[in-house]
């Protein structure tokens, strides 16, 4: 990275990442749609249901989901929903 532009850099940023604010209940993602974005929690939390596993997961500020959107076609395995408002 230290190679790359850093106008370059900057442009990349600002195309590739976009800011979702979500409200307490909202889901950011649904079992069996198409995932089109890989999520980083900002803030706030989420709770992550999958249907190949019977358990509920927390997810919070740091945690990343979904980056196989970034590079293959991927169908969501669960649901993603905001459990905190940020």
Known sequence: LESLDSDCFRQLCYVAVEV????????????????????CVA??????????VSSQEAVGE??????????????????LTATTKH
């Open 62 to 79: 740091g945690d990343w989901l979904s980056e196989s959107a970034l590079w293959t076609e991927w169908t969501h395995v669960g649901t």
């Open 20 to 39: 979702a604010l979500f409200r307490k209940g909202d889901d950011v993602f649904t079992t069996h749609a198409l995932a089109e974005h890989a999520y």
């Open 43 to 52: 803030g706030g939390s989420a709770a992550y249901l999958s249907e190949l």
